[in-house]
């Protein structure tokens, strides 16, 4: 039985269902030093080329970023994620027919991305890393995805510890859905995602997954990024193949226990995994 909320995402002209089937947030980092891929699709004809199959293999959602979130890493400018977003934003908008999200905790950012084509943004700050981002959301009438962290990318990992991980991560993300109504933002443009990763030990990630269900009484869709994170291969240890053959197995659990996007590098691998899970899921 499938007990999973379905929602309507309004997206610039795209109108994308979540519940019946499990959506793919394609990942493209037009960065040098992200953690699983970085510097692949540094090159603007490289990242265009990227885009272009991910949209090919399935994707409903093209995440572009030119900022690396991973642990310890140090912020980038607006200017320069500006300078390698837009280019690659301007031409895949006019190449692929799914909606772009900018993955970015700047306004500036947010901004010049949405006048070159994106429809969405995809902010692991959840409106606390930049003043103007809620405003520029707000007025933008855009979908928005607000993350949990504890800290930044440099601090996040630097021993986290919760009392109660999914209740302390569903407080700080109705926090968030409050922060944003209050700011303009339309509950029906709120994602939401618990931040796998960002502050959070191999167990905190694990619980996270298993119990996803407690944050369906917010009410807003639920997306989650499992994809290629350390705590696959701490699980199961090192190797290309077993990171992301646990990220299969990760989708799948996250899939079943409510999410209704993933956030995923393997769209083509994950479209495979998504079939199955969505069957069994609607059965």
Do not use: W
């Not at 007990?3 to 109108?15: D, H, N, P, R, V």
């Not at 509950?187 to 369906?216: M, S, W, Y």
């Not at 639920?222 to 990171?243: A, Y």
């Amino acid at each position: 039985m499938n007990l999973q909320t379905a929602f309507e995402l309004q997206c610039g002209s795209y109108l994308l269902t979540l519940g019946p089937r499990t959506l793919m947030m394609g990942i493209l980092n037009v960065t040098p030093d992200s953690f699983s891929d970085g510097g692949l699709y540094f090159d603007k004809e490289d990242a265009i080329a990227h885009g272009e199959a991910l949209a090919a293999a399935g994707a409903d959602i093209i995440d572009i970023g030119g900022e690396s979130s991973r642990p310890f890493s140090e912020p980038v400018p607006a200017d320069k994620q500006i300078r390698r977003v837009v280019p690659v934003i301007e031409e895949l908008a006019r190449r692929v027919s799914v909606p772009i999200s900018i993955d970015t905790t700047r306004a500036e950012v947010a901004r010049q991305a949405l006048e070159a084509g994106a429809v969405m943004v995809n902010d692991t700050g959840a409106l606390r890393l930049d003043p103007a981002m809620a405003d520029l959301v707000a007025h933008a009438e855009v979908p928005v995805v607000l993350m949990h962290m504890k800290g930044t990318p440099k601090t996040m990992q630097i021993d986290p510890h919760y009392e109660d991980v999914v209740g302390e991560v569903k407080s700080f993300l109705a926090d968030v859905i409050d922060t944003a109504e209050e700011a303009g933002i339309r509950r029906d443009k709120i994602i939401l995602d618990p931040g796998l990763g960002f502050g959070k030990t191999v167990t905190h990630n694990l619980r996270l997954i298993k119990d996803l269900r407690a944050l369906q009484p917010l009410g807003v869709p639920i997306v989650i990024g499992p994809s290629r994170k350390s705590f696959i291969s701490k699980l199961l240890g090192p190797g290309d193949e077993r990171r992301e053959a646990g990220t299969q197995a990760a989708i799948a659990a996250a899939a079943l226990n409510g999410a209704h996007i993933v956030r995923v590098h393997d769209v083509e691998r994950t479209r495979e995994t998504l079939k199955l899970v969505d069957a069994i899921k609607n059965s």
